[in-house]
């Protein structure tokens, strides 16, 4: 489709496994973002993407969270060694403008992991 | 430190009544506020939103209230139908900055 594409959609890792979460955003956009949603809480911000630039990662919560997007398209987020605290539905968003308000950013469907 | 706050974490409305979400925040560096629409297993869809210089956005069955004085924000539907039943989130964005704050959001429920 044309919306903003995560896989996988569903993940159960065990402690200490890496992982690894992709997000193919709508062509053309030029902004991604990632969040974290634990269950009951509102996305947290985790990291900013213009293009192929990481301008802001303040929200990544360890060093195990790593994020990249290496030709300005695709982005992954990695998780090392994850831990139980790491459970939860992660959401990759993309906007075609940069400074865009938060009506032109397009939500994907999030992948849910669970560390067992 | 919690810098969007939904108090209510569920409401319950009869079809065809008057839903009012409430949101409130405390960062005043915020001027641009968004309320997201999130069905399961979905991602967060975009509603309304209204910038700091209104105090009123209304688009048909929705409209939102801004108080900046009081630093609080509401979302009104009416007439409230099934369709509506989702969790709604309300978010703030402060300019020149790209990320979106969240509260923890209400979940809504249209009572046929």
């Known amino acids: 489709g044309a919306g903003v594409s995560q896989s996988p959609r569903y993940k159960v890792a065990k402690r200490g496994q890496d992982v690894a979460l992709r997000c193919d955003p709508i062509?053309?956009?030029?902004?991604l973002f990632w969040y974290q949603q634990a269950l009951g809480q509102g996305p947290e911000f985790l990291t900013y993407?213009?293009?192929?630039?990481?301008?802001?990662k303040s929200g990544l919560p360890s060093d195990r969270f790593f994020a990249e997007r290496p030709e300005g398209s695709v982005s992954t987020l990695k998780i090392q060694r994850t831990q139980q605290e790491d459970s939860a539905v992660y959401l990759c968003?993309?906007?075609?403008?940069?400074?865009?308000?938060?009506?032109?950013?397009?939500f994907g469907e999030g992948s849910w992991l669970t560390v067992v | 430190d919690q810098q969007v706050k939904q108090n209510s974490p569920s409401l319950s409305v009869q079809e065809g009544r008057i839903s009012i979400l409430n949101c409130d925040y405390t960062?005043?560096?915020?001027?641009?506020f968004l309320w997201y629409k999130k069905y399961p297993a979905e991602g967060p869809t975009f509603l309304i939103s209204i910038s700091s210089i209104k105090d009123k956005n209304e688009d048909g069955r929705f409209t939102v209230f801004l108080n900046k004085s009081a630093k609080h924000l509401s979302l009104h539907i009416v007439p409230s139908q099934p369709g509506d039943s989702a969790v709604y989130f309300c978010?703030?964005?402060?300019?020149?900055?790209?990320?979106?704050?969240f509260g923890t959001g209400t979940r809504l429920t249209i009572i046929p």
């Open positions: 062509s053309g956009h030029v902004s």
């Open positions: 978010a703030a964005l402060s300019a020149g900055n790209e990320k979106l704050t």
């Open positions: 960062n005043s560096m915020f001027d641009y």
């Open positions: 993407f213009q293009n192929e630039a990481q301008l802001d």
């Open positions: 968003a993309s906007s075609l403008s940069i400074g865009g308000l938060g009506n032109t950013i397009y």
